[in-house]
């Protein structure tokens, strides 16, 4: 059952950790290791900082038996867990822990567990009523304790804004909604953050305006994304000169009346399909944030900021130093944490153009009664594969009436599993945090997340039996 919403409460836990925090004579950091966790990581840490609590940090893909342990007896004062915590408040048997995360929380998580006098803060928005999904990232959840530690702080605000961002928050209604709306005001008014009416691709700030509709996801324009001379020939046809001074514009180079020609000229192009033209329209245009001061054309916006902080997060797990590099750059580093981070976005940027041609091309993608399914097994990192399934969703190849899952190999003889599915399959009764977590307990896995975007852990040899309980429990959802 849903709780009432209670914003004023949601605040006021938030208080209570931040004094916990204040107060602690030295605190663990564990973050998730996506855009959304690495943002809560750095607000945590520079908010600590500033309040002179000594500290470490530390990013990791999921909370399984070993981390679970190694938190359980960790000689910090305190452990401030973010971005991730609260699928497992029944596996944390130490005091002193804060946990500062967006997703469902596991069933039965209750306030048993988070009596005070336990000392153990759980700060999570579905708690009071608030949409964790779609309107606070655990960046946000962070940023609110930090907020309540000191109103200074109030300049974090735009990393919360990346992170949410990062996941995507933005996505189902061209802007930021709910609780982050006041997270965006302080952002906007510490002078960090732009907020504007504009066109929403990503690339607006990096990529050659041709390639940038080339790679249009999206929304997807039919007849130009995947195809760069159609893109090219339409700024010959509006006499927009892509090329100035010996560099390729992007979106950002252009002047008012240009964008205005280009947003025009889609809108025309689709005028013989008025419905088509609703959706494109109304996602091709909305809310973007724009970073104040950014030199940088990766660091321009909340959206591409994201993008590289998650080149080095989904790579972590292979060298502890690509998190570390990922906070100096959110601390400031213009040197050589930027640019060790900029040769991690272009791997990135590789491993997933490399993989969606993979599953499009070579795997396929598997049609099942109430899902799409592709399995990549050890030729997509486990890291990146749920990113590979949302961008094959939202190709435009295949449909998108159902939500889709996949996998890879994990480690220790286990698959990871990744499911996205779509705004009109939510508002329909999916929800893919239920279905990760019931179908993978029922094989010994674990799984959670979001209602349009989770993911599971489940052991190799009960992979189909794990599969027809998704088929069931997506087929009752959405036909109850």
């Known amino acids: 059952m849903r709780a009432e919403r209670n914003e004023a409460g949601f605040t006021a836990a938030a208080t209570k950790a931040a004094l916990a925090l204040r107060a602690a004579k030295n605190v663990l950091v564990v973050g998730h290791n996506d855009a959304d966790g690495l943002s809560s990581t750095a607000i945590a840490s520079i908010s600590l900082e500033r309040a002179g609590v000594p500290h470490r940090t530390e990013n990791v893909k999921k909370l399984d038996q070993v981390t679970l342990n190694q938190l359980n007896h960790a000689p910090e004062d305190m452990i401030w867990l973010v971005d991730l915590g609260s699928g497992y408040i029944n596996s944390i048997t130490r005091p002193s822990v804060v946990i500062a995360d967006h997703h469902m929380p596991e069933p039965n998580a209750g306030t048993g567990r988070t009596l005070e006098s336990f000392d153990l803060y759980h700060i999570n928005p579905h708690l009071y009523g608030l949409n964790g999904s779609q309107e606070i990232s655990g960046a946000g959840v962070t940023y609110t304790i930090a907020k309540a530690m000191d109103q200074d702080n109030k300049d974090l605000a735009v990393l919360a804004i990346i992170g949410a961002v990062g996941d995507f928050q933005e996505n189902q209604d061209a802007r930021l909604i709910g609780f982050n709306r006041t997270i965006l005001k302080d952002a906007v008014s510490s ?28 929304p997807v324009l039919p007849g130009m994304t995947g195809d760069f001379s159609r893109c090219s020939l339409m700024l010959y046809e509006l006499e927009i000169i892509p090329k100035h001074n010996g560099r390729w514009r992007c979106w950002e180079d252009l002047e008012p009346w240009e964008r205005s020609a280009i947003i025009g000229y889609i809108d025309d192009r689709y005028s013989h399909d008025p419905s088509l033209r609703d959706r494109i329209m109304t996602r091709l245009v909305g809310e973007v944030y724009n970073m104040v001061d950014e030199d940088i054309p990766e660091l321009g916006s909340a959206k591409e900021f994201a993008t590289l902080l998650n080149a080095c997060g989904r790579y972590g797990e292979q060298d502890q130093s690509n998190f570390e590099v990922a906070l100096q750059v959110m601390k400031g580093d213009r040197d050589l944490g930027l640019m060790r981070a900029l040769r991690h976005q272009a791997n990135h940027r590789r491993n997933l153009a490399s993989g969606i041609d993979l599953v499009l091309n070579d795997i396929g993608v598997e049609t099942r009664e109430c899902y799409t399914f592709f399995d990549a097994g050890s030729r997509i990192p486990d890291t990146i594969v749920g990113i590979v399934a949302g961008m094959v969703l939202g190709s435009g190849k295949i449909p998108d009436d159902r939500p889709i899952v996949a996998m890879a190999d994990s480690e220790n003889d286990e698959v990871k599993v990744s499911a996205r599915g779509t705004k009109d399959l939510v508002a329909k009764g999916l929800d893919l945090s239920h279905v990760m977590r019931f179908c993978a307990a029922t094989v010994g896995g674990a799984g959670g997340g979001h209602d349009i975007a989770a993911g599971a852990t489940v052991p190799a040899e009960d992979r189909e039996i794990f599969l027809d309980q998704v088929n069931s429990v997506i087929k009752f959802q959405l036909n109850p």
């Open 191 to 218: 002078g960090r953050l732009r907020c504007v009416e504009d066109l929403r691709l990503f690339g607006r700030c990096s990529r050659p305006i041709a390639k940038m509709f080339e790679f249009a996801n999206d």
